[in-house]
């Protein structure tokens, strides 16, 4: 069994300094599945090194909506797909939509979503979403598309958990749960199917502590506190995600 990380960037610059001794300490802690998510040519240097060392670790590529230029972005989706191709991606994202850092450019990151679940759908690949403030829009356009993958920190309602459950799609919690008086992702939690929930750090990201930086070894908290959310084990709890982690990856 192995704890299983389905969002972390360990690309990310801000393990450039010791990116060897947090690996390590995911794995002390069990945490050996992992979905490494890269944005950037620097993330999938990094990325694409570790998932070649690790055979549990999954790679992900995309152009994130939130990194959209406006000058370069058509020829970013061709460098896109020779990437994805070049290095054997597992998945394409994160791609979605992100209404609330860019309320301006909705139809233009539209336009960019649309084209990587193409190339997802074209590929036979999963797609990992992130949507923020932007449910209604990310379920219209998910549901032209004969994709299926996961919705990323998910911070949605009890109905829509079911959309997206009923399209094919998994649900990854964050940190969130850990904020005291989180009471609505308990409750989206308590209602989630048992195949389908998976959990993420976004490590170097939303960590629950200020000023620090998250990383996979932090996951066990947070699968602790689903746990107690469930009321099963930890250990019931750890097969169970590392089964749906798996079956995301199912061809
Ligand atoms: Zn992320």
Known sequence: MAFADAHCHLGSRQFDQDRSEM???MLAKDVRKAIIICCSEHDLGHGRKLRDMYPDFRLAISIHPQD???????????????????????????????????PHTREYQQHFFRAQLEMAAELHLPVDIHSRRATRDTIDILKQYPVTGII?????????????????????????????GSRKPAMVIAAMPTDRLLIETDAPFQSPLMNHRHEPADIIA?????????????????????DNFDRVFAR
């Open 222 to 242: 947070i699968y602790e506190a689903i746990a107690r959310i469930r009321g099963i084990s930890l250990a019931e709890l750890e097969r169970s995600v590392e």
């Open 152 to 180: 990323h920190s998910y911070s949605g309602s009890v109905e829509t958990t079911r959309e997206f459950v009923k399209m094919g799609y998994s649900i990854s919690f964050g940190a969130s749960v850990l904020f005291p």
């Open 23 to 25: 690996i390590a300490r």
């Open 68 to 102: 959209l230029e406006e000058e370069h972005d058509e020829q970013r989706l061709i460098d896109l797909k020779a990437a994805v191709l070049a290095s054997k991606a597992d998945m394409i994202g994160e791609t979605g939509l992100d209404y609330y850092s860019h």
